[in-house]
């Protein structure tokens, strides 16, 4: 799923001519574009959408939503790891595959570390 979600800007920097901001999303950072919001600043809200920040949000709106979305799971599905999240959808060994699409040993599977 692709969510815009509402982060709170940490710090905000000139990047190669682009505005750029550092965004705290409820515990998780990253950077993104404040080009369409040019105004937005340190300790305001945005809701972000694909690294870009859309629009200012107020920090009440931000924070309902902000706790919302990890009451529903959505903060984790949205910026969780995305290879632990196909290891869980297929079973939930921990395993993950290898490049070129061969499974790799999950950890705690009797094999050594030596041999792999």
Do not use: N
Request: proline share 3%.
């Amino acid at each position: 799923m692709c969510l815009a979600v509402p982060g709170k800007v940490l710090d905000i920097e000139e990047r190669d001519g682009t505005r750029m901001a550092t965004v705290d999303f409820g515990g998780v950072v990253k950077e993104v574009c404040l080009e369409y919001v040019p105004d937005l600043r340190v300790g305001e809200y945005a809701i972000v959408h694909v690294g870009f920040a859309l629009q200012r949000l107020d920090e009440e709106s931000a924070r309902h939503t902000l706790a919302l979305f990890e009451e529903l799971g959505l903060l984790q599905e949205e910026f969780g790891d995305p290879w632990e999240a196909a290891a869980a959808s297929q079973g939930g060994d921990g395993a993950v595959a290898a490049a070129g699409g061969a499974p790799a040993a999950a950890l705690g599977d009797g094999v050594t570390e030596a041999s792999r």
